[in-house]
């Protein structure tokens, strides 16, 4: 492998005028809205700021998912699942002829996406669409849906029963984990803990049912619901006062992020950062070659000093690892905007 000298390349790059930003695509939250024929995929910062529709004329979405491997966003909804790429652009149909799809998990490193079905229970399928399968069945209405694929498990809240479950991921072993009504969940899988959204009150407990806590009371309806565990933040929509908030893990600071939309029914974060962006300033450019080279050679001092950053920022090739191998890559990132 020929390794190029990083100061040429700085100079290469001001001559080109690609000094400043080669790429840019931020941090974002990705929503559906399921009302009076506004039928959407949705997104914004982190912060609320830059709400945009990324694809319009959907029929009914009710569940939501990100790929950041493969920079996609899937979504359920009128006997579909369907996805596009994450500025909405190549919209896809993975599976159709389904009867009431919900809720929507991603498990990356497998490859297979689940979901809960009203009707049919919990099924599950390659990301592509293919070897569908009915992993749980027998249900009375399966609406979330969450992964822990380290633990070899699924869980779902069932709205009717009033149970949240799980099951390994082939659908075996059933075993109920909470008797509470709930709506959205998510997992907080370092600190071991299951979140969920019940009407008026956002609550939470450990991965085995004890120890339940309420988080955030006075709500209409939250529904959706997802963590961003590095922030210390979860965020949620409520379908009546058509919004979108913020909170801590622990419920305090409940903030108000985006207003005015249209029954808000499912949330997604994409969290890993933009590809080469070694800084985290949300851009990929010269400023980015030291902060590279740092997380290569010593990751631990990389993010003392970037905490708020990734290592696999400079993952290139998609192999999971920051290695020598991303380094030509990267500069072909920098020089020509080509970027993951």
Known sequence: MKLRNPNTLVATLIVLGLGGSAA??????????????LDEIQRADLNGANVEIIVP????????????????VYWTGGGLI?????????????LSGLTLPRGIALDLDNRKMYWADTIDGILRADMNGANVQVIVG?????????????????YWSDLN?????????????????????????????????????VGSTIQRADLNGQNIETLVRGLTWARGLALDIRAGHMVWVDIIE?????????GANVTPLVSGLDAPLGIALHLSGLKGDMNCDNTVNGADIDPFF??????????????????????????NTLNGADIDPFFDCLGTGNCP
């Open 82 to 94: 369907e996805r596009s790429d994450l500025d909405g652009a190549n919209v896809q149909t993975v």
């Open 242 to 250: 058509n919004t979108i908030q913020r909170a801590d893990l622990n």
């Open 138 to 154: 027998g249900l009375q209405a399966p609406t979330g849906v969450a992964l822990d694929p380290g633990a070899d498990k699924v």
């Open 294 to 319: 740092l997380a290569l050679g010593d990751p631990a001092a990389y993010l003392l000093q970037f905490p708020n950053c990734d290592v696999l920022n400079g993952d290139m090739n998609g192999d």
């Open 161 to 197: 029963a009033d149970l949240i479950q799980r099951a390994d991921l082939n659908g075996a072993n059933v075993e109920t984990v909470l008797a509470v009504n709930a709506n959205g969940i998510a997992l907080d899988l370092g600190a071991g803990m299951i979140y969920w959204t």
């Open 24 to 37: 840019a695509f931020g941090q974002k939250m990705y929503w559906n809205s399921n009302g009076n024929g």
């Open 57 to 72: 004329g959907l029929n009914a979405p009710q569940g939501i998912a990100i790929d950041d491997r493969a920079r996609q």
